[in-house]
């Protein structure tokens, strides 16, 4: 019934087989949607590295109730969800793919905790918020080990929850599936890319992703510079952003791009069009768009955050998060022909930097974590 960590995954070579025996462990994911974004991606990336379906009977109640519009009553229906399906993995230790641990003290749990932006935002996800304030520490005394999915993340945990041991917590990347498939891909020359004239940005429902800036940055070049340069926005909640600089390009058809949920097919066009990927979110766990771009040697511009820097590495080129106007000066010199030398060095780091943070390193990680289980 419910899915089995008991796997032989592939290697890169896909022909060269290990098994990876782990009796008695389970995998869950309780964000398992039909149209992930960020964790659910990161999730069913670790489903993708061991060949697990998420069609069992619970994962499948789970795709439904993740399907619903309402995030108060998916939230509140999960959590219940989770409580009671708790009484089918009383003899097994059970890895779940995100904070949404079991409160039973007597079950064998691995939880992942990708960030605490529910802390850091608490007028986001307001029953997040009273989640990780009351639930997750009952949650997380309740685990033999916890995922975190960087460095950061794990210092943003100690600091939170100071009494947690640090000797349980385990640092593991997250990963998209994607940037493995995107990596063996034919991409465009920088010319080429820089010929698109299109900026990209994946991931605006939430104000943290700091879509204002790009908006702020693509006025400037447009009305300023009189440069033709548009703008695609993935994931995005238009109404978000209405009283920034900069909205009436976003409504503007002629000008910008934007998809509330973008299909494989449709996110792997809009990085191939792109001559850069902005990333100024002030608040990540991780950051999977610019390991994804690079994947596909599409320049990163970045903010220049803790986090930013840990993910990205020397895969990207940093920014000061206040000034719009610095970035708009870097693009505009660059669509005119300067800082070649530049762009094509960070996206050979890029390209390492993917590399690093694809399934085969990944893998070795938790398989390294289901053993010591």
Known sequence: M?????????????????????????????????????????????????????????????KNINGCRNGTIRFVLRFMLLQVSALFFLRKTVVILSHHGFLLPFIKQVVVVHDFISLENPKQHKMQTLYFRYVLPIVLKNCVKIVVISDDVKRKLLRHYAWCDSRKIFVIPSVSKRVDDYLIMPRSRLDEKLAFGRLLVVGARYLHKRLDFALATLKILRKDRGLNVKLTVVSVDKTLWRGFSGYDLLEDSEVSLGFDYASEEELLDCYTQASFLLHFSSAEGFGLPPIEAMALGVPVLSADYRIARETCGDGALYFDPSSPSKVADFIEQAFLGRFRSELENVIDCGDSRALELGIQKAREKWVALFRGL
């Not at 149209?35 to 109640?61: K, Q, Y």
């Open 2 to 62: 419910w899915s089995d960590c008991s796997w032989y995954p592939r290697t890169c070579c896909e022909e060269e087989k290990f098994s990876m025996i782990a009796e008695g462990v389970k995998l869950l994911d309780p964000l398992v949607s039909t149209t992930p974004t960020g964790m659910g991606v990161a999730s069913g990336g670790v489903f993708s590295m061991f060949d697990v379906e998420t069609d069992d009977t619970l994962h499948i109640i789970l």
